[in-house]
């Protein structure tokens, strides 16, 4: 089982609408959890980060973290066409300062 | 600088090869990392300074990889008798240890150094 896990998709939605994209992650003890945008050629960049339970809006973008069900999600509303790109899920281990992260999701919003 | 600079930002090179790639991270930055990533596939973790130390090198896939950051800021990542299997972008990212709640850093990455061994 891999460390962080997410489809590989793509996910495509249409312009205006919400995209979900999802992520699970296997270490119980993780603690900081990430998501990065990668446009095709570039690095990634950091979105938004969440540490607690529940969910964190900044402003289309909403992280959801569930520590129970080892699951984070990050919302997408009003999707744009520069909304297309690679999203990336990365995960934090208590104790341990390397992010892991997911293969990421690559996201298509078509006009 | 103001933001990660890494070069070369392109090196082809031939099996058996050695290269240096380097990284010079955001100022004052403590926490340095190497990642590399292969196509469609997310950055996989290589190193992690704290300083001058190697407080993590649990990801270095063998003993032909090697990374040094002497001063505690600009890093080498060193790789001998290159494969083919060693092309990949290859990220650099620093971070400023304890800025953000609950102890997490946030890491911000260089533009990569695409390396390629024919």
């Known amino acids: 089982q891999k460390e962080v896990e997410q489809n590989s998709g793509p996910l495509s939605v249409p312009e205006g609408a919400i995209a979900s994209l999802n992520c699970t992650y296997s270490d119980r003890g993780s603690q900081s959890f990430f998501w990065y945008r990668q446009y095709s050629g570039k690095s990634p960049e950091l979105i938004m980060s969440?540490?607690?339970?529940g969910d964190k809006e900044d402003g289309r973008f909403t992280a959801q973290l569930n520590k129970a069900s080892q699951y984070v999600s990050l919302l997408i509303r009003d999707s744009q066409p520069s909304d297309s790109a690679t999203y990336l899920c990365a995960v934090r281990s208590t104790g341990f300062q390397k992010l892991v992260f997911g293969t990421g999701t690559r996201l298509l919003v078509s006009p | 600088g103001a933001g990660v600079s890494q070069t070369p930002s392109n090196k082809v090179t031939e099996k058996g090869k050695y290269v240096e790639l380097r990284c010079d991270p955001i100022s004052g930055h403590t926490a340095l990392y190497w990642y590399r990533q292969s196509l469609g596939q997310g950055p996989e973790f290589l190193i992690y300074f704290q300083g001058t130390g190697a407080a993590d090198d649990s990801g270095l896939p063998n003993d032909r990889f090697f990374a040094v950051r002497p001063e505690g800021s600009v890093s080498t990542l060193k790789i001998q008798r290159t494969e083919r299997g060693d092309s990949a972008v290859y990220l650099c990212a620093s971070s400023l240890k304890g800025t953000t709640i609950s102890g997490a850093n946030v890491l911000t990455f260089g533009a990569g150094s695409r390396l390629t061994v024919l």
């Open positions: 969440i540490y607690s339970n």
